[in-house]
């Protein structure tokens, strides 16, 4: 054998050696592959966008470590904060500027078709803005798609309508909305998200006062919405909203009006759900379908004033009185919320006490009750707020006064610690993995 054929000799056979082991263990390129598509789960308890009374700065808290991340100026002082749909980002609602900015919370999840994968990464403020005239109700359609109902300005010249823009998390990232509409007029209203329909509030010409008095149905094609039809039961006053299961329900004068969705474009023509006192907070979850509470105020100053709460069911059409655990004449409701199972509602009273009742047997049943669970209740605005954890089985209460976070175990109803701020909280949101 000649000295060439000898080296390609060699070579070939070293060709095939390797060739042997790649394929006898799996090979480099595929098992890179297979470490890729694994799944990837973080064990965390996400953070939380809180933002300071009449400062700027929204400051990101990480549960996990127990410290602020980061912390983001905004343009102006929030007005308000929510999550994003799906949890990753901060809304960050400025109503007087008519701005609404975001801020990427920095963890969330992704789905790569054969597996998820989870992300844990630093906050970040994002370039993205949405502007329009006084940007107040936000009503979200959990995991897929959230709209900001813009109420306009009658007292502009000229005057600024209302208007609707609809986002998700996606279009968030892209930096731009995935669809919206402005409406004829001036208008406190709102605008529920179900699928590609949405019901957004109008108000006749002969309204009793400047609050809307109709739903309107819409339907969405490409970026905007087109016209369908106008619900036909009335809802002089309306005001507050929200969805689940095939239901909507609304705030009105005399009750609350529920919209039932039979099919993908179409709704119910309505009913009213008649109650003595005018109901002006709707509350529900989406992991309790066609259950929702609805919240009255009776009585005006200088009278006692009580808040009223109401059981609906929106797959029957009914309503019941419904009465936290040791509620009576005088307590007013300074905050609310569920936990992130929607089987336990949390409300707080006037004098910090913390009531949690739980759903039992298709009712609500009490739970627990903490007296002093806010010590010292501010006589003023912000008050406390509450929020849901939606990886862990806790809540949070804001503590304005104290400059605290109380840490609720949900399970239990009880406080289980009291995290020092150093600043007075004026909103807050959960952003993380929903698991």
Known sequence: MTQQKALKFSALCATVIAAGLMAACGGGVDSEDRHEHENVSIDTAGRLAASE????TLRIHDLDSGSVESSHVMSSVPSAVYASPGGRYAVVMQRLQDRVQFVDGGIWQEDHGDHLHDYKQASRSMSFTI???????????????????????????PAQNAGVRLFTDASIAAGNTVAGMDLSQPLHGLAE?????????TRASDAPDTLPTHLTLYQRS?????????????CNGMHGSASSGSSSVVGCL???LLVKHPTATTVSDGQLLATPLRVGTIAGHPRLPDQFIGIATEGAAPAPVTTRF????????TVAGFTPEGWTTGR?????????SGQRL????????????QRQGGAWAALARVSAAIPVMPTAAPWPLIVANGARDEVYITDPVARQLVVVNSRTGVVVTRRDLGYVPSAVAWLGITR
């Open 222 to 234: 490409g970026n905007t919405y087109g016209f369908v039809r106008q619900v036909p039961t009335r």
């Open 53 to 56: 009374l009449n400062a700027t």
């Open 332 to 340: 007013v409701r300074r905050a609310h919320g569920f936990d992130r």
């Open 254 to 256: 005399n009750g609350m």
């Open 193 to 201: 998200p179900v699928g590609e329909k949405l019901l957004a509030s």
């Open 346 to 357: 949390f409300i707080l009273d006037d004098q910090g006490s913390l009531i949690t009742s």
């Open 310 to 317: 109401y059981a609906v069911n929106g797959e029957t059409g």
């Open 131 to 157: 502007t329009g005239s006084r940007p107040t109700h936000f009503d979200v359609q959990s995991g897929v798609q959230a709209a900001i109902f813009m109420d306009g300005n009658g007292v502009a010249t």
